[in-house]
């Protein structure tokens, strides 16, 4: 009973074996291998995006860092939800790569920006001149920090207001395919289609052992990111490991079937949950993120039989209180994560 | 008869062994599973340095980069080789990583930097207060990027004139074992004993799939390093893929046997090229890095026969000329690299 | 008619005088003259802080963030106002000098940072350890950035916060003379006494050409602060100029004379614009400067007889509209302000 | 008789006159007043560029920063010469500034870039690729920072080169009028004719309080260095005192003429000097700094007589030694150097 995090799993025995596929012979080191070229070469296949540049790193950071540091100049600003990850989660890794451009928080319900307060502060931003930090990219985070789905129509009318600004947009796919297969769009559908320009398409969290791809579907920058990415100290040397990893990944829709078994987990969970008396969701769930509260009787049970998650936020946890107190939590399922698990929690959150 | 690289090697089938091995379950991510704990537990047993801080990340780049943004204000300077990794070969990391520390280049024969030119540097360095570059780190790398060796009375000598000026130390060990190997000394003995106060301790290069150790002897700057980690986008969450590789190195001495092997390969080639009409040495080979040059000739039917290794400096390699003319070259060989390999090559070049 | 900035205002005649004095004869550059030696010591009489660091810039700007990046690490944060200079008006600039701190924006009213609020965000602020940003300097402006002023109690409130919780605190004093008067305190009581460590004290605005001093109550530092302003290209060589400036300030209380009168002008501009028909306050009036509105028809008499001002916020002043319209603005009122232009400005306001 | 440096000397009273004059009323700050756009119109004209990039800041560690980071990027490197202010007198500030560039040293005979070195260093960086730092700019000090000349004809040679490698060009012009006054050349000539990109046009070491231009040839990176200038905290606010002092400096020729002045009285001295028993130059004499050596004795009369310059370099001056030991000084001459102060010395010296 394992809800802590997706990060938490293993990695899928079809990644393994591929690691243990290319483990043979020589082969040049830094992306100079023909397996490297064949998976970027997947890549831009899936996101029918035959010019797009694409490189791998080994985490979800590196990838936002490296993509917005890209995207904006150290005078600029990146509008992202006060939840993102980039903000709450990355212990300025933006700011670093980017010699210390700002990020500019903008509210809105269920974790995603609400498209007239990004307006407004798109209009502001910079309006006195040099004195003001510049518009520079909007980061949109999908799944949400909080569990829920951006629509492509949401997407689309926040990278419309950033076009009209001159803003860049970014999407942080740490949860890549949890959100497209809720969603049930294609990866080109859920990216450039929708206005997106640069995506971190997350591998670790589901099923990976650690790789992430960035792809910057105007390549002009492909250069100055290659050159960030080494002084950054993410190019692998043995980068066929990392190449191996998302080959695996995206052959035969690996990636789509674990996503689906992750999202159908975290469905499971949610029905549960709302049979449980006195539980309560604090947003949406739509994917493999649950947020949610059921009585601390459930979760005493829980813990006691061993189930691992966050309580959420950990300062509203009180150590004791009353049986029917409602504490709240966040539940991620994962491509690992059995229905006999969740079966088993939900008899012991119910009490 | 591949001697491009020792990172264009594979990884040692007990490496994958271990990363198969903790492949099961669930744990704690960031490092905060118990494999984690341990593998450092054995890396500061390996040091007999039970109060060190320990960190482990996938390139070296990273380690060296990390370790000596931990070791230097901005305004400061790290003095290294101009052949030196962190001069040539990390396109910027270690200004990046530390704000804009300077690099100052002390000459030395044999990739080695001399004690007096080094002395005499540290002397001058910041003499006029305020307006210079103050005086910070000296970086050393051994096995040197020329394929030398510091002996221990080498390192002391400069850690020592180090120690006299305030000047903090560092060790590019991307060849630990191999210069450990080469010397016959214990990891202590090459360290801490000798004045270093912080190793990259690499694994990559002999046998590992991604994986470098920081190793900071004092444990002052430890939370300073782990957030320069994190905001580096170094820290992996799926961490017990780094520690297992780590393990499998450091049990019954795989590191030491693996490094055995590479250096006693560099021997039976040097001794072979020794033999070859024309041939001389740019360095003493005391390693598993040979920089040396034989006729043209030779060249042709080692290539011919599909040898690979770096023409070293490409520059001066023109494409045709009379047979006899000497090019030189870089060799290296790592773990895997065969005797019958290294036998078929020396075969060839001797024309 | 002028009410546009204080920047705006020409040098006081006896700053002027004091340029003219020194400028004979060869002295030593980069604050090596006996005449900076003096000025600092005024400042620490000043402050009645003996031991201070004491230091001479050219801008506010530079002023604050050389300030901040002494007291904060790259992975830390600023606790400020939304409307505070750092923020709005410096472009970035403790970004910059910090090498990527983040700022975090604290509500409050009239311009003040809520104390509840900053205990809040105190307490939550790295709380998921080194995933987050970490705690660094809480940073007040007084005069506040919307005019009104922090008393003693507010400043003491919220220092013996920051101290809890190990927050470094700073005050940006753009405006410190027209603060310190309007509380009828000393200069130590607003600073050191109420648990200020740093203080960024304006001069520029109040009178001088373009000097503001930095004071580090606690001189550990002092060091590091010589290192990063002539990293920063703040070290003038012919420092005898700021020196000269800020000496004449000190001198006599020239200052605080200025700022009275400044002050005095501002409540005479308020308690005129009070008896206008219509007319509002955005935000008590305490120093000098003012955030209030009047009609529109009262708005363009003014303009149309040359007075200078910016409308505030811009963008809710629309070019035409009903003659009764309140259209908001910022005034502001200098040394060199004068009772006449006050009394012409608020008969046309008056319509 | 005060030969320390240039900038130990005060402003020209012209300067002076000219504060004195634009300190009355109200301005637009920030640059926003018609006295700067005259004064930038001006400098266009001085060097016959009308569609140039002017700015003022003030100092030239801040004028060489920020045309440097405006040149390059983080990733590549300056070719500098080993003496040259911005390695060894700028504390780092232009590694600060471009987050993390290299300075790349070229040797070169009396403070000058030799141009097969430039070449030779042009050719090899970056070479392989992305795990090198990349050309970006090549920096010239003229004056040099030994008391030399560039030619002409030595700019354009090393310029040449520049552009053959698509490396950006900067002149460091802290003492151009001196420079452009030994060439006998127009302002033009000695940059953009001769392939110059972008110059530091100092202001303060002859005559000025403390400005200087930056001139950007190629306007296209304009908005870049205000946002630049603006973060790094060197946008004056009561601009109307730099522009003030450059407008003097500018008007009637007073620049070329205090130059011509400072010069003479470097020609006086090394006239002097070199009949001077056991006198030896260190490096020809070419404008208002010299590098010469004279005998023991002569220096302890001189100094005995208050005489005031730096021994160079420090380090070989043993405080006691025999009569006619040779000791080396910089001598520096400035627009309010007097010839009776020069006979003076010279007499001192000459025993």
Not at 74 to 81: A, K, R
Request: with cysteine; glycine share 10%; net charge negative.
């Amino acid at each position: 009973m394992y809800f802590a995090s997706d990060n938490s799993a293993p990695a899928h025995p079809k990644i393994m074996e591929s690691l243990q596929r290319v483990n043979e012979g020589y082969t040049g080191g830094y992306g100079g291998d023909g397996g490297t070229n064949h998976v970027r070469d997947m890549i831009r296949e899936v996101f029918e995006a035959p010019d797009a540049a694409v490189y791998l790193v080994t985490t979800g950071t590196a990838a936002n860092a490296l993509a917005l540091a890209t995207l904006v100049e150290p005078w600029q600003t990146v509008f992202c939800h006060p939840t993102s990850h980039i903000e709450e989660d990355e212990c300025g890794a933006p700011e670093f790569f980017t010699n210390g451009a700002k990020l500019t928080l903008i509210e809105g319900a269920n974790g995603k920006i609400d498209a007239d307060a990004f307006r407004s502060h798109a209009k502001i931003t910079g309006q006195l001149g040099v004195h003001n930090i510049q518009r520079g990219a909007l980061s949109l985070t999908n799944v949400t920090e909080v569990g829920t789905i951006y629509t492509l129509d949401e997407i689309r009318t926040l990278t419309i207001i950033a076009k009209e600004f001159g803003i860049a947009t970014h999407l942080d796919g740490a949860r890549f395919a949890n959100a497209m297969v809720a969603l049930g769009c294609t990866p080109a559908e859920m990216t450039w289609k929708s206005g997106i320009d640069a995506v971190s398409f997350g591998g670790t969290k589901n099923g990976c052992m650690g790789v992430e791809a960035v792809v910057l579907f105007d390549p002009d920058k492909a250069w100055e990111f290659e050159l960030r990415r080494k002084r950054g100290g993410h190019l692998m040397s043995k980068y066929r490991y990392l190449s191996a990893q998302m080959e695996a990944y995206l052959t035969d829709g690996l990636w789509i079937k674990l996503a689906k078994h992750a999202n159908a987990m975290g469905d499971l969970l949610a029905t549960g949950i709302k049979d449980v008396k006195g539980a309560k969701f604090n947003h949406p769930q739509q994917a493999n993120m649950l947020f949610c509260g059921w009585p601390r009787s459930g979760h005493a049970l829980a813990q006691a039989a061993g189930a691992m998650y966050y309580a959420w936020p950990e300062a509203e946890h009180p150590e004791t209180g009353p049986d029917d107190e409602l504490l709240t939590a966040r539940l991620v399922t994962s491509w690992s994560t059995t229905p006999q698990d969740v079966a088993r929690f939900l008899e012991l959150i119910a009490g």
